[in-house]
Structure formats: C-alpha cells, structure tokens
C-alpha cells in the first residue's frame, strides 16, 4: 500500500495522520507567559545534534496482527519542571525520585513564539509491553505541542541498560498509540542516550528484548506518521545490525532510502504545500495550513539530512520548498497586518510574529517581514484586524395573552431563554463589510411554550444542550462597517424541541430558541477590545420589518412564529432581555 492510500485509509477512519513524525503541523501558539520555577531540578549536558544517523532499535519486520497499543501511565508531578521557551530555544532539566535525569533541549529553529512547556517523570507504565521494566521516561505538556525542528531529550538513567537491551518509545495523548521510537544514534558514542521528540506527548525508554521488539512491529500504529516511520526503521535496523556482527552493510541502503523519501515528497510534501498556497492564509485556518506546510516540508528536508543523504539529494526540490513557502508567508504577512497593527491585541501579536520567525527560518527579507514597519492601528480600526471573535449571549423572553378569538378564546404562555458562547470566524469581505460567520457554538437552552384553544392545546418543550449544527454558521454571524465604526450581530441557539396536539407527541425536531438582532452599535475606539452590552428587545416575527432599530427577537420556525403571532396578537410581542460580549479570540 502506498503512503498516500495509508494516510487516506486513516483519514477515512475518522482519525487524523500525522504524516511523518519530524514533518508536523504547527500547534497552538502561546505568548506573555512568565517561567515557573522548580525546585525539582538538575542540570544535565544536552545539545541538539546536528549530523547524527537515526536509530531504531534491532528489529524484524512482520506482518501486524493487532491494532494498536494503549498503556496506563503513572506521573510523579513532584518531580516536574515547567518553563517557558522562547523562540531562542532553551533546556529543561528534571531529576526523577530514582535519580535518573532528563534534560530536553530546544533549538533557536523549533518554536516560533514563546510557550510554557512542562516536563513530568513518569514513575510507572502499566501494560508496558517490556520484561525488564521502565528505566525512564517523561510526559511532556502542552499536549499536541509540535516543533518546527526536533527537541533533543537527553536520558541518563540511574539504572544502566545495555545497548542491546534499550528499547525507546513513544505514545500519544495519555497513553495512547504506544510505539517504539527512533533515538539519535552516534556509533562512537551510545551514551549519553538522545532521542528527537517531534511533538508531545511523551517519550522514554524501557529494558526490553529483540522478541519484544520484533513484538510490538505487529501492533501497528494508527497514523500513517508513525508507519512510515517503520518503514525508514526496518531499513536502518538491518544495517545497524550488520555493522555490529562486523559484516557489509547493505550497498543498496542508499538509493532505498532515497527512492523513500523521493515517493514521500511526490505523494505527501508537494501536495499539501500546493493545498496550503490555495488557502491565501485567509485568518486563522488559512495561516495555520500554511505553518502546517512548513513544519511538513522542513521536516522532510532535515530527514533528509539526518539520514545522511546528503545536500545534493533533490536540491531543486529543497530549493522550491522555500520560494514557495516564502511566497505564501507573504500572502499570510498581508493578511495579518492589514489594515494595521493593534499593538495590545496580543493574537495579533502572535501571528504576526509567528509569521516574521517562520520567514526568516526560509531566510526572508528582514525588511518585508519587520512588525516595527507596520501602521498602528488607530480609533475603532482594532477591530478590523480580530480574525476570529469568542462571543457569549445570554437572553430570556417571557410573555403572557389571554383574549377572546371568533367562535371561542385562546391563552399563550411563552417562556424561553438560552445562554450560548460561540466562535466566529472571518469570513471575508459581505456586500462592502467585513464579515465573521460562527464556526463552533456550545450553551443550552430552554423551549416552554403554551398554546391553549377551545378545541385544542399545543406545546412546544425543550432543554438542554444546543443542538451541532452542520454548518455552524446557523449559530451565529456579525459584520463591521470599515467605514463607519458599527457593528451588526445575531446569536441563534438551537435545541431539540417536542411538539405536542393535544397531549399526543407529534414531532420532535431542532428550533431556534429565538435570534437577537442588533444593527448598528458603535464599535468602542482602541481602548475597547470588547463589543457587549444589554438590551430589552421588542419581539418581533419578521425580523426584517426593523432591521435598522436593532431591536429584533425572532421567536423561531415558521410555524412556531405564526402560532405565537396568532395566539398572543400581534401588538403583543413582549420583549426579551439580552446581554452580550465578543472579544477577539486568542491565536492558540
């Protein structure tokens, strides 16, 4: 099977591929965090290796017969470290209760803002698939954090393991996806013992034997990453083991590996930067394909090196890579900077400077790529430059009509209120104004309505959570006019709703909670950084008849409305209170 039928085999099995291992999307960016001391620490000689061969340990490939492996770890927070690196690299260092010390080296070209990173010894793995037991290991946080270039994670156990007898690995989330994983491999010197970490969650080393190795190649990894790696590994274990046993190595090793990453380039690396340049980096979706692009070109371009395949191997292909992606840094930089600076909006901040760091790792025009160049923002134009919105409303609508209809009377008693917090995304220019349609929504809500006649009752009930909406933009959208400072916003809960005639269930479906509609607000000046307020609200069925008094309150489905509209009367829509706030969503 090839690479790219594995990778859509995963994708079809509703799990995401990671693709290749040094080769990863960008993780969630963070910034203004202040190092966290401990007192747990020790320091220990790690440097990131520059010219080193990649080593997996002695193994024979088989056919796998199981899927993969799940472990249950024990962490030691006693013995943890917490620190933030900046974008000029860094060292943590920990000591575990046994004396075994770990140090975790990242380089000036792994992160390109600064994050807060934790490293935690792990005291036990249940399930450990190794006789002789664990001889250490480290659970690294953020989770999903994933590097630009490898960190370096240096182990100096307490409890010496023979080289024939050390077995790395590595696992996802909390335990998940447990697999053995490459160590950096110096012939002249096997200790201290160096493994690259790609992205967390955590990685160690255990005391195990070649039949468990051989063991765990049949527990075949999810991601097409980590099966890949597999097949680099079954290649270079070969060779290792012939140079120990003093025989040949194998002569076609070279022109193996190369028609390797030949078919990985054509099949994974160029596809998805073609994908990412047709994003256009439009907000946070387009830039984080574009970083995800780099991370997967970078990646497979420092394999290249670290597999001894030398500069020379697909030069025109590593030279495209970077004029590709420097253009498409371009597009982003245009994106994120227009049409100002907010110096106080810290996603801002962090995209842009993302941006400027991930162009000069491609060796950019400092001067193109200079944040100190660009216009400060001024008035309402903060606004302008939020590419995703976190929104909150909370409202209720309560009303009461009892009155005498043609041939008989009728009651209404309507009570509904719903609180909803929701992303909102840009989503481009709309009719001359910048628009942000919702992408997610979470919140709740309650649905009681009361319709009684001489002949007949109906209900309308619900609670609980909103329903998913596919798309979400049905959950929400708000514009900005770039010339005038106003903003117009909607919120539209949705939950499951029972209808009822006459005491018998007739349908159960999905129904807005109700939609506050509010046109025209002032957009506060750059001290703001928060749309809200609170307002009473005339209901209203037609939500158009006043489209410029933002005062709306839409009361549902068609049906629901025309009922109400007729059961309460028509000059006897209520109100609804509404309160509500959307400040700009944080870049990570």
Known sequence: MSFRNRFAANEQSGRPGRLFPCALILGALLMFLAPVASSNTTTVEAEVAQDSTIYLPIVVRQQPATGPLSV????????????????????????????TK???????????????ITMTVISAVQGLPFSDGLAGAVHLEP??????????????????????????????????????????????????????????????????????????????????????????????????????????GDPELSAKLQALFRSYYTEVVQPTLQAAYKTHCHGLTGQHAIGEALSLALGWERSLLLLGLGEDFMSAER??????????????????????????????????????????????????????????????????????????????YQNHSSRSVYGGSITADVARSATMVVGMTDAADWGGRQRWNANWARGSGNFNDRVVETSRTQTWIGSGELTQLSPATGHGKMDIDPAGCKYSVEFT???????????????????????????????????????????????SVDPMQSQNTFTHFFFGGTGAAAELEYALGKDNLGTAQVEWSLSPAPYW
């Open 72 to 99: 249950h770890l024990t962490l030691d927070r006693a013995h943890s470290v917490q620190q933030a690196v900046p974008p000029a690299g860094g060292v943590l260092n920990v000591t575990g209760a046994d004396g």
């Open 102 to 116: 770990f140090s975790l080296a990242i380089s000036d070209r792994s992160l390109p803002v600064t994050r807060t």
């Open 143 to 248: 989770q999903g954090l994933l590097f630009l270039e490898p960190a370096i994670l240096t182990i100096v156990p307490a409890r010496p393991v023979p080289p024939d007898r050390q077995t790395f690995f590595a696992y996802d989330e909390d335990g998940q996806e447990f697999r053995l994983h490459p160590s950096v491999f110096d012939p002249a010197n096997l200790q201290p013992i160096r493994l690259p970490v790609y992205h967390f969650s955590g990685v160690g080393m255990a005391s195990g034997t070649e039949a468990e190795r051989t063991a765990m190649l049949q527990r075949l990894p999810s991601d097409a990453a980590d099966q890949i790696m597999q097949e680099v590994a079954a290649l270079l274990a070969r060779e290792r083991a012939a140079q120990l046993a003093g025989q040949p």
């Open 319 to 396: 030279g495209s890579i970077s004029t590709t992606l420097l253009e498409a840094l371009a597009v982003c930089w245009m994106d994120a900077t227009n049409p100002c600076m907010d110096w106080r909006n810290p996603s801002q901040i962090v995209r842009v400077f993302s941006i400027a760091h991930q162009a000069q790792i491609l060796g950019g025009s400092d001067t193109v790529f200079d944040p100190g160049r660009v216009r400060k923002c001024e008035g309402c134009e903060w606004a302008k430059v939020v590419s995703d919105w976190n929104g909150r409303v909370v409202f209720s």
């Open 493 to 539: 809960p949705y939950i499951v709703v029972a209808y009822t005639n006459d005491s018998r269930e007739e349908s159960r479906g999905s129904r807005a909670v109700g939609t506050p509609y509010l046109f025209e607000l002032p957009v506060p000046d750059a001290d703001g950084r928060v749309l809200s307020g609170m307002r009473v609200l005339p209901g």
